[in-house]
């Protein structure tokens, strides 16, 4: 039964538990008599009242916690709760609360409401369950409120409080966060030296890096600055060396003069060996230096080196010795052992004071050939750091100021990099004061590292031999290019068989060449105005002098000087000095070539080609390419045959036959084959195409036909060829 309050709109329901007869009620037994009471009837009899005796009581009743569960253990009220306090562990976060309103008076509809504070401000209506159920509560203090009705559902307001304090983790406890922040403040401290660490040695790196640089930037000025110098020094060497050279070929010199110009000539080449390689002096590493092995005589190449030395010898009084032990040959790089030599002689010459000694020792292993040299002079000696310093680049300790100094060469330095280079060791020991020792340890080359080397003596032999067959040509124009007026001189001289016209630069040269062509032309590659490269393309885009044979002279030595020549048009390369036969033969040969050249495309012999073994007129020529082009444009086509070739020719059957027998030695037929296999062959190679469909378009309907004439041809059948 429901009563409406029509003020609030409020509904309050009554049960059997209030009093009523039954809650259920038969329909229309209802009644209200004249002092207002109502009647109702229902299934265990009826109940009546009058509307205005039915009030809500006011009482207000108290409320307390019966119980307290902690993960379902009941537990000690007043042991847990101490001055309205609710302590709790981290581990005790489940707990059940249940509570009673002291109204005894319909007890049973008594509903509860909680909320708890620094969790939720709401309150939670939990109806007459008085239970309350908390699970994983968070580390931290709460307060919990719980407020109750009567029996006749009226709130009351007595609330019953009671403080909750969960503690925390023994992670998150007050020693714990101690620990983290001093752990957090060591980390700190750690990272920060780590990262000013790696900033300083950021920062070395970077500064060995600036330093590594700066040093290789000086390196490379100095060695350009070298290089530079020594490209000057070119041009007066070779004004030692080929009129030296000239000299020695003429009759009737008697022999003192023709040792002293003998040692005007090797000096000179060493010379030009030493400053070559000062230009390449980036490619004296290992890794970049070939070798050039062959059988050296060590008595007969240290003998070389040494006879350098005797006017030297001869004026400072210097006691000389070299000892050989046991020597033979050593199958070694002659260039790198004569540098070697070369430059511990011109080390100790450089250093070794007036009525000193310079003593020589070489001696040599017998089953393995390995070479021991020792090179001991008088001096100041060197010290602990200077011997560590000494292969140094660039590192010079005092300037000898001495007369004898000769040469020293490219320096230590290369001296032990050649030694490396041939697999061997090289070291120096010094007694302050007294003396320097170097000693050399060089094996002998594995034999697989082989090079066939020509005797030089036997090719200057053979050199001469054919120049005596070379004949003047007085008829022969020949124009030099040069800017230096003693180069000019000189090939006049050696060239005085020939007509000579002279040009200063390319600009003089063009000039020289509108009013007369010559035969050839003798051109330096380094000149004011325009160089020889601009004047050899110049020349070589122009049909009219497109022919004439040019020869450039110039001081760059290397490979890579050489090709930018050829790419520019040059015939011919000669490198700065050079030998008068060179030139000479290098003429010749350009003007035999031409004559050559000129009476071979005079001839009938130059309207015929030779292919396949075939010589081939171009009639005959043009003739087989029309038929190739035909049956490729043609070759899927199985009807082409031998007569529709002969109507695209224009000829008869027989006649096609006979000229195929005549040229190639083929039948039409065969010819026809051979180019549709061929393509078949290609297609195999070159498609993902099925044999099959490879047959079609070349031209075969037949397989077993396809298949037996290309085993004919290529040995294979069409399958295992694609599979090769």
């Not at 920062?203 to 060995?208: C, G, N, T, Y």
């Not at 290098?586 to 050559?596: A, D, F, G, H």
């Not at 190639?664 to 099959?692: C, H």
Request: net charge negative.
């Amino acid at each position: 039964m429901s009563s409406l309050n029509v003020k609030n709109n409020k509904i309050d329901n009554y049960t059997l538990n209030d009093g009523l007869q039954n809650d259920e009620f038969s329909d229309g037994a209802f009644f209200k008599d004249h002092r207002d009471f109502l009647y109702f009837g229902g299934v265990s009899g009826f109940s009546y009242f009058n509307p205005r005796n039915i009030h809500l009581r006011e009482f207000n009743p108290p409320l307390i916690l019966s119980s307290l569960k902690i993960y379902n253990t009941v537990q000690d009220i007043n042991e847990r709760i101490r001055k309205g306090v609710l302590k709790l562990s981290y581990e005790e976060r489940f707990m059940t609360f249940n509570f009673i309103a002291k109204d005894f008076i319909n007890n049973e509809n008594c509903e509860y409401a909680y909320r708890l504070k620094n969790h939720s401000d709401d309150w939670v209506e939990m109806g007459n369950n008085p239970n309350i159920i908390f699970t994983q509560l968070p580390p931290g203090e709460y307060q919990l409120e719980v407020k109750s009705t009567n029996g006749d559902k009226v709130w009351g307001d007595n609330i019953y409080r009671l403080t909750i304090k969960v503690g925390y983790p023994w992670w998150l406890s007050v020693p714990a966060l101690i620990i983290y922040a001093i752990l957090c403040i060591i980390i700190f401290y750690i990272t920060k030296s780590v990262i000013k660490n790696r900033i300083r040695l950021s920062r070395q790196v970077l500064i060995a890096q600036v330093e590594k640089r700066h040093e290789q930037k000086i390196y490379e000025s100095r060695l350009n600055f070298f290089t530079n110098v020594a490209h000057e020094f070119f041009t007066p060497l070779t004004l030692i060396y080929t009129p030296a050279q000239h000299l020695l070929e003429q009759d009737g010199l008697d022999g003192s003069t023709k040792k002293y110009l003998q040692i005007i000539k090797n000096n000179a080449e060493r010379m030009q060996k030493l400053i070559s390689e000062l230009m390449e002096f980036r490619k004296t590493k290992s890794s970049n230096m070939d070798l050039h092995p062959e059988n050296v005589d060590v008595k007969s190449l240290m003998e070389y080196a040494s006879n350098n030395y005797v006017d030297i010898l001869k004026e400072n009084k210097i006691d000389f010795k070299v000892e050989t032990h046991d020597t033979s040959e050593i199958y070694s790089d002659r260039n790198a052992l004569e540098k070697i030599i070369f430059n511990l002689l011109s080390n100790a010459f450089k250093y070794t004071p007036r009525y000193g000694y310079i003593h020589v020792e070489i001696s040599q292993n017998e089953p393995d050939k390995t070479l021991y040299l020792l090179v001991r002079n008088s001096g100041k000696g060197l010290t602990e750091q200077q011997m560590a310093e000494i292969f140094d680049k660039y590192k010079i300790f005092d300037t000898p100021k001495l007369g004898n100094s000769v040469s020293n060469g490219i320096g230590l330095n290369l001296t032990k990099s050649l030694v490396e280079l041939l697999g061997g060791q090289i070291s120096v020991n010094s007694e302050l004061g007294k003396s320097v020792e170097f000693s050399v340890v060089i094996p002998s080359l594995p034999s697989d590292h082989s090079l066939v080397v020509t005797d030089e003596k036997d090719s200057l032999q053979k050199e001469k031999n054919g120049q005596d067959h070379l004949s003047p040509r007085k008829d022969t124009v020949i124009l030099i290019v040069e800017d230096e007026k003693n180069i000019r001189d000189l090939l006049k001289d050696v060239l005085f068989d020939y007509v000579i016209h002279e040009a200063k630069d390319g600009v003089e040269a063009l000039k020289e060449i509108e009013h007369n062509h010559p035969d050839i032309i003798i051109s330096d590659i380094v000149m004011p105005n325009m160089d020889g490269l601009s004047l050899i393309n110049k020349l070589k885009s122009d049909l009219k002098t497109s022919y004439i044979p040019i020869i450039g002279i110039s001081a760059k030595a290397s490979v890579e000087d050489q090709i930018n020549a050829f790419n520019h048009g040059a015939d011919a390369y000669i490198v700065k000095p050079f030998h008068p036969r060179q030139v000479i033969s290098t003429i010749e040969n350009l003007l035999s070539r031409q004559m050559l050249l000129k009476d071979y495309f005079n001839s009938s012999m130059s309207s015929v080609k030779v292919k396949d073994g075939i010589v081939l007129h171009p009639e005959d020529e043009e003739l087989i390419q029309n038929v190739t082009d035909f049956i490729k444009n043609n070759i899927d086509d199985e009807l082409l045959s031998p007569s529709s070739i002969a109507e695209f020719v224009g000829v008869s059957k027989a006649t096609l036959y006979r000229k195929f027998k005549e040229i190639i030695d083929k039948t039409p037929s065969e010819f026809v084959r051979g180019i549709r296999l061929e393509y078949a062959a290609k297609l195999l190679r070159t498609t993902k195409l099925t044999v099959s469909e490879i047959m079609f378009k070349c031209g075969f309907s037949n397989k077993s036909y396809f298949y037996r004439e290309f085993l004919k041809q290529y040995g294979v059948s069409p399958k295992d060829y694609r599979n090769q």
